[in-house]
Each structure stands twice: as C-alpha cells, then as structure tokens.
Nanobody, 129 residues
C-alpha cells in the first residue's frame, strides 16, 4: 500500500517561513517524479513545484511563477521524503498543501504539467497578514 504523509504545515505571519515534508511508504521518489500542490479556499488545486528524475532530467525542478524565488522543492531519496521550503510567505499562499507522486512533471512555459499517481492527505498552511 502506498502512503504519502505530509507534515510541517501551520500558522505563520506574512514574511515568515515553513518547511513541509512528505514521507512516502510503498514507493521511492527515485522511481517517481514528485510534486507539491495547493488548494486555496474556493479555488481549484494547482501545481506549484515538482522535481523530475525521469527521461534524463536528473532532479530538474519546475515551479509555478507565483512561487519562483520563494519556494524550493528538494528530495532525499534515501529517506523517501520530499520537502518544500517556503520563504517570504504571503497571505495568498494560504491553503491546503498536498504532495504527490507523479508519473511525470514538466513546465510548458506558463504552468506545471503533471500526471499524478498518488496523493497525500494534505496539510494546512495559513499565512496571516
């Protein structure tokens, strides 16, 4: 059985930082691309950052324009854990953050392109102004 368990969410003031973790069991992130998504209240879930090891990409990272320069995805394949370091947080970053094991991730110049295999259960991030 595959499980993805996120942790590290919480309440933070604008300008602050949080680090999300996603621990996997039943699969390895050296076998899957992985990514982070978020869903703000009343909005659709959006891809914000992913890391790809497939097709020779060897850990290439992709990010949505809204988080470039502020959020960094990384992975520790030995620990089967993916991280999202979030700096300079803004109130509009508020939402439920989900990690995912992906068949594929890339970027088409305007948004992330992903194909999700498994979802985590989500962790709430609230940024106060």
């Amino acid at each position: 059985e595959v499980q993805l368990v996120e942790s590290g969410g919480g309440l933070v003031q604008a300008g602050g930082s949080l680090r999300l973790s996603c621990a996997a069991s039943g699969l390895g992130f050296d076998e899957h691309d992985s990514g982070w998504f978020r869903q703000a209240p009343g909005k659709e879930r959006e891809g914000i950052s992913c890391i790809s090891y497939g097709d020779g990409r060897n850990g290439r990272r992709y990010s949505a324009d809204s988080v470039k320069g502020r959020f960094t995805i990384s992975s520790d394949n030995a620990k089967k854990t993916v991280y999202l370091q979030m700096n300079s947080l803004k109130p509009e970053d508020t939402g439920v953050y989900y990690c995912a094991a992906l068949f594929y991730c890339s970027h088409d110049g305007s948004q992330l392109i992903t194909d999700v295999d498994y979802w985590g259960q989500g962790t709430q991030v609230t940024v106060s102004s």
